[in-house]
Every structure is written in C-alpha cells, then in structure tokens.
C-alpha cells in the first residue's frame, strides 16, 4: 500500500510561519514530482505548489515569493515552508505525489489524507 503522510499543520497568527511536511512510503519506484494543494471551504482544491525529481519548481501565483517548496528525494519527503501567512491561506493542505510503482505501470496520483492549516488572530 502507498501512503502519504502530512503533518506540521495547525493554528498559526497572520504575518506568522508553519511548515508542513509529507513522507511517501511503499512500492516506490520513482517519483516524478510531489506538490502541495489546498481546499477552503466552498472553493474547489487548488494547486500550492509542485517539485520535480529534477527540483523544478511550480507556486500558485497567491503564494510566489512568501511560500518555498523543497523535496528530499533519498527521503521521499516534501516540505512546504509557509511565510507571511494570510487569513486567506486558511485550508486543508493536501499532500500529492507522482509515483511509478512498477514496471508496467506509469506515474499515478497518490493524495494525503489533509492537514488543516488555520490563520487567525
């Protein structure tokens, strides 16, 4: 079985920091990228930010220059770090990870079960 696990979320201030992590364990062969994405509520889920095996990055256009996503992948893990949190980062944080787990089979999406992320005063 493939599992995602996340942890790191809770209740942070606005203008505050949190970081959150994610650790694939499994059948793994490779892994072609791990991401973050989030849901609030009533709106749909959305991308946070990707890193490739290669160390591409890709962030949301709400998140450039206050979050950094970084990967170790001897680890399998995933690490988004969280700075000037707004009210408006509030969600649940999905972990989400591109993984080939045989020979026969390509990438395929595994999804963490969430983390909740709260920024309030």
């Known amino acids: 079985q493939m599992h995602l696990v996340e942890s790191g979320g809770g209740l942070v201030q606005p203008g505050g920091s949190l970081r959150v992590s994610c650790a694939a364990s499994?059948?793994?062969?490779?892994?072609?990228?791990m991401g973050w994405y989030r849901q609030a509520p009533g709106k749909q889920r959305e991308l946070v930010a990707r890193?490739?095996?290669?160390?591409?990055?890709n962030y949301a256009d709400s998140v450039k220059g206050r979050f950094t996503i970084s990967r170790d992948n001897a680890k399998n893990t995933v690490v988004l770090q969280m700075n000037s949190l707004k009210p408006e980062d509030t969600a649940v944080y999905y972990c989400?990870?591109?993984?080939?787990?045989?020979?026969?089979?390509?990438?395929?999406?595994?999804w963490g079960k969430g983390t909740l992320v709260t920024v309030s005063s």
């Open positions: 499994g059948s793994i062969l490779s892994i072609n990228a």
């Open positions: 890193i490739t095996s290669d160390g591409i990055t």
């Open positions: 989400n990870a591109e993984i080939r787990t045989h020979v026969a089979y390509y990438f395929v999406n595994y």
